[in-house]
Every structure is written in structure tokens, then in C-alpha cells.
């Protein structure tokens, strides 16, 4: 199962875990098809590190309406909104071992027990980040879902990390990359920043559709057709539990051969994640 990031500085086929971590991989590839990752920016950068993106409350899209039935919250969030989306950690056979490990950027969530005592967890939402190098200080605390394939030196994968990890951006005191937009078009010439973020996705194949049927015409497609396509017939229904229900139906009844199944599927855990917050 794989996808491709494609980024400002070239494409990275990733790889994801979808076996190991089903419900992290779920969240990741419905929001991939839903469009919620298009033209969003990687807003931390650290050199021999990480860079971090996914942050779906940035993305720009190119119409006013959210790529979510639902307000996307600062900082994003996951398709299971309002339920928290808990780590699926697996060592250690699965780590932050190598350069190009895909992770998810989690937050602390703090809730009120019983006997009023403060308690903060970890959860994840739409934020995720790719490793420049190893770091076995986040084993046990981040959830890796996946890998950047051919990331080695040389490699497709490894040049845009590369390009990436170079990239010559300003950062703020908080550590955050300043995007050239949000500068005087003098200071961008001047010092030549570059603007780094995913700006679309690609979806080359939908695991989670259970049953195959064979589609060999819907596989061939391109996933944004099918991405408009599967949102033209799902929107007019989908704030609806009833319409949720259906998505989930139609998502199995497609099979492994279309790719509008991780669409309707992601649609369809939005749509009763909305209508349980609506009643509670």
C-alpha cells in the first residue's frame, strides 16, 4: 500500500503500514482522499532531524467549502473527531530506526477524572512528520505508520528528502517555517526563501475495501477524477447518519479494485464522528 506525497520540492512514494497500524493508516488515507493534505505546508523543519506537516486547518483549497462535513479545529484533526485517535505502537519491531520513517506528531489531550485530578494523554489527529535520520528518543512515544520508499542516497525518494531537508526557509522564534507568502515580496528576493508543504496526493491502492470486484476500469483512473467524482455523489448526503451508513456500505460493496472505497470509507467515519458530537 503506498501513496505519493507530492511535495514542493518532488515526489515521495510512502509507503504505509496499513497491516500494523489500521486505524492511523485509515485517518491518513481518508484524508489523503478527501483532499484535506492538498496545498498544506510543512511547518517545522529541523535539519538532521524531522520535518512536519499535515496540519489540514492550513490547507487552501480551491473552493470555499471545507474538505471535512465538520470545522476543522487549529492544528487539525483526525477523521474520528471528536473521539481521540490513541497510538499504535509496535516495538520493537517498528521504529524510528532509519532516515524517511513516516510518524505521527501527537497532543496532549487533558481530561478530568472522576475525582476532579487533571489527566493528560496523547493523541493523534492529521499531523504526521518524516525523519531525516534516526531518532530512537520518539520509540514508544509516536506512532509509525510508514516510510518514504528508495529514501537511501542517490535514491528518488532519498534526493527530495534531501532537497527538503536543505531547503532554505526562515524559521520563527518558535521554531516554525515562515512561508514566503506571509512575506514582503522584497525580503523573499532578497534572501531567497522557499516555500516548503504537500500541494497534492496521490492514492495508488485502497486496502481497507474488503471485497474485490474486480474494477480494473476504476483503477486506472485519476484520483483526483475519482476524488471529485466520489465527493459529488457523497456531500448532498453525508451530514446525515442515515448517509454515513450508506458510505460504509457502498465502501465495502466497491472492493479492493476501486479506489473511491477509502473515499466513502473516510466519508463515512466523518459522518457519524459529526453525528455523535451532535447528540452528546
Known amino acids: 500500500m503506498s501513496v505519493t ?23 491518513f488515507l481518508a484524508l489523503c482522499a478527501a483532499g484535506a493534505y492538498n496545498n498544506t505546508p510543512f511547518h517545522r523543519l529541523i535539519p538532521t532531524f ?41 516495538l520493537p519491531t517498528i521504529r524510528h ?14 481530561t478530568h477524572s472522576a475525582s476532579g485530578a487533571v489527566e ?20 514508544g512515544k509516536s506512532t509509525v505508520f510508514g516510510k518514504v520508499l528508495a529514501a537511501g542516497e542517490g535514491e528518488p525518494g532519498g534526493v527530495v528528502l534531501e532537497r527538503l531537508e536543505k531547503a532554505k526557509v526562515k524559521i520563527d522564534k ?25 500541494e497534492r496526493v496521490t492514492i495508488h491502492a485502497n486496502p481497507f475495501a474488503l471485497l474485490n470486484t474486480g474494477d480494473a476500469q476504476a483503477q486506472n483512473h485519476d484520483m483526483d477524477t475519482i476524488r471529485s467524482q466520489a465527493a459529488h455523489t457523497v456531500n448532498p448526503i453525508v451530514r446525515t447518519f442515515r448517509g454515513g451508513m450508506t458510505c460504509d456500505d457502498y465502501s465495502t460493496r466497491l472492493g479492493s479494485g476501486n479506489k473511491n472505497g477509502i473515499t466513502r470509507r473516510g466519508w463515512a467515519h466523518l459522518t457519524r464522528s459529526t453525528w455523535v458530537e451532535s447528540i452528546d
Open 97 to 110: 530506526n532509519t532516515r524517511g520513517m513516516l510518524s505521527m506528531a501527537s497532543k496532549s489531550l487533558k
Open 120 to 139: 493528560t494523554t496523547e493523541v493523534n489527529g492529521s499531523q504526521f512528520f518524516i525523519t531525516f535520520a534516526p531518532a530512537p528518543h520518539l520509540d
Open 174 to 198: 518558535k521554531g516554525r517555517v515562515v512561508q514566503p507568502a506571509s512575506l514582503s515580496e522584497q525580503e523573499v528576493k532578497e534572501n531567497g526563501w522557499e516555500a516548503v508543504g504537500i
Open 5 to 27: 506525497l507530492h511535495t514542493t520540492h518532488g515526489d515521495l512514494k510512502v509507503e504505509v503500514f496499513h497491516e500494523a497500524t489500521p486505524k492511523t493508516a485509515e485517518n
Open 50 to 90: 524531522m520535518i512536519q506537516g499535515g496540519d489540514i486547518s492550513l490547507s487552501k483549497t480551491d473552493t470555499p467549502a471545507s474538505p471535512l462535513p465538520f470545522e476543522i479545529p487549529k492544528g487539525g484533526t483526525s477523521i474520528y473527531h471528536p473521539i481521540p485517535l490513541a497510538h499504535e505502537i509496535h
